[in-house]
């Protein structure tokens, strides 16, 4: 095991022979990077080895799922699933509901990257019945994130007084980099994740578009803080500060699509897609920038590094960098019984290389770090109400899995 307050991986796995596709798009990918450790910094590289976790094995739970983005537990063990074409089924009693749950607002479901994304339920659901998703909505020419919320019907078959709350206020272009995930806090307010809108060429105001993740004037690039109803709580760390949204929590992201928050410490931490490299573990702290694209250990698509600067004075350094890009996903904190080892660690999906990486966390360190080979692109990763560890795995019959031991 390796011990250092802050830890580069840099992994890749053979891919399966059964998915000729992926193996191409992962040895091209593992070509372009040969010979090329991107730019150096801080954060000490680890190396290609990163050790496989033992003593678990998966169990599938269901299958058929076109997409799956996301899974929210109902009070009664029941489950909510959103697919990426824009639907919402209802996991009940270990089966899938033909029907999709009806009444939801309208989806960008061939966007791209968007489509129906994250769902989470009101912390008073018992009470009020409120469920929140995140989507792409308008087309592939415009489109924007956006955050809706409405009332699961008592037979769970419908959303009624379905409403969009919240949205990016400004329109992009392109299939590329909507976030976006959400995370409630104990006051109520809801965190939630919007990416910087895509790579280069795609462009906004006359420059790319991934440069608003430096501008606190956009919603690019960030996490917010918003209330239940979707508006910006007064004490918002950038509240009364000329030329920011109201709605800003932290900025300088470029695509979270992993967050979570620790049940003890309180602590969030998001993960987010590099470029070529740079996958980032963070922190997340109101008010803070996170650098990119001006701090980064990314590199371009076409070869040279994004930026000459891995640190600079006002930005948070990453807990981790991954090169090369594992693309990570959904994100989880280990709560279970069944792995005593694994109590209070991260649990980090990783869509290209198809695997978990359990991160091993020590007073707010990652010190080690694991990987649970999956054979699937990641795309959640979630703590149960019964204290397993689920998966969804991103492929055209997608399955939740559940994580035993062996």
């Known amino acids: 095991m390796r011990h250092a307050p802050d830890l580069r991986i840099a992994a890749a796995r053979a891919p399966s022979p059964d998915r000729p596709a992926r193996a191409l798009a992962v040895l091209l990918a593992a070509a372009a990077l040969a010979g090329c450790s991107g730019p150096a910094g801080s954060i000490e ?9 033992t003593g678990w094995r998966t169990e599938e ?27 919402l089924r209802l996991l009940a009693d270990g089966e899938l509901a033909q029907a999709p749950i009806a009444g939801l607002p309208d989806v960008c479901g061939r966007c791209g990257q968007g489509g129906l994304m994250d769902v989470a339920l009101h912390p008073s659901f018992a009470d009020n019945r409120l469920v929140y998703l995140t ?22 078959t419908r959303l009624t007084d379905v409403e ?12 590329q980099h909507f976030g976006s995930r959400l995370v409630w806090l104990p006051d109520g ?43 910006a709580p007064p004490d918002n760390p950038f509240i009364g500060q000329a030329d920011a949204k109201p709605e800003l929590y932290s900025y300088g992201h470029r695509n979270i699509q992993g967050m979570a928050r620790h049940p003890e410490t309180g602590v969030v931490y998001a993960n987010e897609h590099g470029s070529r490299g740079g996958d980032e573990l963070n922190r997340i702290e109101p008010g803070n920038n996170y650098g990119w694209p001006e701090v980064t250990y990314s590199m371009e698509y076409w070869g040279p590094a994004i930026s000459d600067k891995t640190q600079a004075p006002g930005v948070t350094d990453p807990l981790v960098v991954w090169t090369p890009s594992k693309a990570p996903s959904g994100l989880a904190v280990y709560t279970g019984s069944r792995f005593p080892d694994w109590q209070g660690d991260l649990f980090s999906g990783a869509l290209k290389f198809e695997e978990i990486r359990r991160l091993d966390l020590e007073d707010g360190k990652i010190v080690a770090e694991q990987k649970l080979e999956i054979g699937a692109r990641v795309r959640d990763v979630r703590m149960g109400p019964d204290g397993e560890l689920y998966v969804l795995t991103d492929e055209d019959d997608g399955a939740l899995l559940r994580i035993i031991p062996d």
């Open 189 to 231: 307010t809801l965190l939630m994740s919007i990416g910087d809108g895509g790579n280069p060429p795609t462009s906004f105001r006359g420059e790319n578009i991934r440069n608003q993740a430096q501008n606190p004037g956009t919603h690019f690039g960030t996490v917010l803080r918003v209330t239940d109803a979707g508006k």
């Open 61 to 87: 739970v269901i299958r058929g799922l076109e997409h799956p983005w996301a899974i929210a537990w109902l009070p009664d063990g029941h489950a909510l699933i959103t697919e990426r074409a824009g639907r």
């Open 45 to 53: 590289p680890s190396g290609t080895d990163v050790p496989e976790a």
């Open 135 to 156: 989507f792409a909505q308008g087309d592939g020419d415009k489109n924007r994130t956006a955050l809706a919320r409405g009332k699961l019907s008592t037979d769970k």
């Open 164 to 175: 969009v709350i919240f949205h990016n206020a400004d329109w992009k272009s392109g299939g």
